[in-house]
């Protein structure tokens, strides 16, 4: 089974980087996740809410662990939510093009979790 499969089978997602802006990635992310039938929850301490649904300050305020987290931010806030991601169990890790570092790649491997870089919206599209 390819890694994008793997990851894409799992159906609870955190979006770091939710954005309440329409042209941001971070809100096509999270719109197109949910529009496929996933579970997605939104982290950003900026932001209470979005489209109704609630968002997060952190991973460890979610209601459910999420089985995939996916960035959608700058490589140094990567890199310092890494350590939360292992603290709190989950595996898999997808970086949105301009989130991904040498560093955080490297941390992300050292916790011994699954990475994909890429654009999700274009493995979404795939499955269609």
């Excluded at 719109?31 to 460890?60: C, D, F, M, Q, R």
């Excluded at 955080?104 to 274009?122: N, P, S, T």
Aim: with cysteine.
């Amino acid at each position: 089974m390819s890694a994008v499969k793997q990851m894409l089978d799992r159906k609870i997602w955190a979006v770091v980087g939710v954005s309440a802006d329409k042209s941001k990635f971070g809100y096509k992310v999270y719109v197109k996740l949910k529009k496929a039938g996933y579970t997605v929850y939104g982290i950003n301490p900026k932001l209470n809410e979005l489209e109704g649904e609630k968002v997060y300050k952190e991973l460890s305020a979610l209601p459910q662990k999420p089985e995939v987290v996916n960035f959608v931010v700058p490589p140094a806030v990567t890199l310092n939510m890494v350590p939360e991601c292992a603290q709190n169990g989950i595996r898999y890790a997808w970086l949105q093009p301009g989130s991904e570092s040498p560093a955080a790649l490297d941390l992300l491997r050292e916790h011994e979790m699954e990475v994909l870089q890429g654009c999700v919206l274009m493995e979404l599209r795939k499955l269609r």
